[in-house]
């Protein structure tokens, strides 16, 4: 996963631990959230979040 092809690069997810990315057969990819508590989805982009931890970047076909 290229993180220039992410949905809404601004959002606070992408830095997060919690974030996992879902996509779906006709290429869309979608910001999932994996903190306890919360909702499994949110409106994008997210800009604030309490639950934020700092996570690694997200994954791209050149890390391994
Ligand atoms: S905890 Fe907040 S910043 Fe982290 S993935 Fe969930 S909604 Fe996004």
Redesign the pocket.
């Known amino acids: 996963m290229d993180p220039a092809d992410l949905p809404f690069p601004a959002?606070?997810?992408h830095r997060?631990?919690?974030?996992r990315y879902n996509g779906n057969k006709r290429g869309s990819i979608f910001?999932g959230?994996?903190?306890p508590g919360?909702a499994k989805y949110?409106p994008q982009p997210?800009g604030r979040?309490g639950?934020?931890?700092p996570g690694p970047p997200p994954q791209t076909d050149n890390n391994s």
């Not at 997060?16 to 974030?19: I, L």
């Open positions: 959002s606070l997810c997060c631990a919690f974030v910001i959230c994996t903190a919360l949110y997210i979040c639950a934020m931890q």
